[in-house]
């Protein structure tokens, strides 16, 4: 299976993408070098993920809306408390797309 295109949606996947898009349309780069930025976006990401991050944190709040589809669970939670060792944070509504590593690996050329 290849790597997900899970973190494309966050902040800077989106920046990253409408900044492609520029860049493809005002004819500065083409469009298969595009791709291919994308796609090392993903691994790189979820390299990161994997191997930078260390950081754990408890989430309570009321589960509003939850579904299971391919392999990734998504989750719509109001009134979500955030903890961890530093701070604590209650967000209004949020969602969160979690799906299972060993679905991120590379297929291997």
């Known amino acids: 299976m290849a790597i997900i295109e899970l973190y494309r949606r966050s902040s800077i996947g989106t920046s990253l993408t409408g900044t492609l898009d520029y860049m493809v349309s005002s004819g500065k780069l083409s469009p298969d070098l595009a791709i291919k930025v994308l796609l090392q ?7 990161a993920m994997k191997t930078k991050v260390n ?10 809306t939850y579904r299971f589809c391919d392999d ?30 060993k679905l991120q690996q590379p297929d291997e050329p």
């Open 72 to 101: 990734v669970w998504t989750f719509i939670l109001t009134d979500a408390t955030f903890k961890s060792e530093e701070i604590s944070e209650t967000i209004s509504r949020v969602k969160i797309v979690a799906c299972d590593s």
């Open 55 to 64: 950081s754990k944190l408890n989430v309570k709040g009321h589960l509003h």
């Open 41 to 47: 976006f993903d691994k790189s990401m979820t390299e």
